[in-house]
Nanobody, 121 residues
Framework: QVQLVESGGGLVQPGGSLRLSCAASGRAFSGYPMGWVRQAPGKEREFVAGISRSGSTTKHADSVKGRFTISRDIAKNMVYLQMNRLKVEDTAVYYC??????????????WGQGTQVTVSS
């Protein structure tokens, strides 16, 4: 089983950058597609970005395309979300997620505890 732990959230001004990290434990990590999903207050969870098992294929939501980049380091069991040109509407709890059944862009069945990202001046 894979366990996921996020880090890197915080408070940033509009236009700033943050990099979220997700540390995965478990030997099956390299076999799972991974993703980042966010949930803003009062809203449903929203797919942000996904990455294939090998890391060769990625997908980003239209709302973050060109600003966010997902990547993974299989050797280190890590997944990252580089977030640039952050906007107030990016404020949310960001979750690292994985699919144990190979669903590249979700739905995901394994979740981290989440990390808060707040974009405010």
């Amino acid at each position: 089983q894979v366990q996921l732990v996020e880090s890197g959230g915080g408070l940033v001004q509009p236009g700033g950058s943050l990099r979220l990290s997700c540390a995965a434990s478990g030997r099956a990590f390299s076999g799972y597609p991974m993703g980042w999903v966010r949930q803003a207050p009062g809203k449903e969870r929203e797919f942000v970005a996904g990455i294939s098992r090998s890391g060769s294929t990625t997908k980003h939501a239209d709302s973050v395309k060109g600003r966010f980049t997902i990547s993974r380091d299989i050797a280190k069991n890590m997944v990252y979300l580089q977030m640039n040109r952050l906007k107030v509407e990016d404020t949310a709890v960001y979750y690292c997620a994985a699919s144990s059944v190979g669903a590249a862009w979700g739905p995901y069945d394994l979740w981290g505890q989440g990390t808060q990202v707040t974009v405010s001046s």
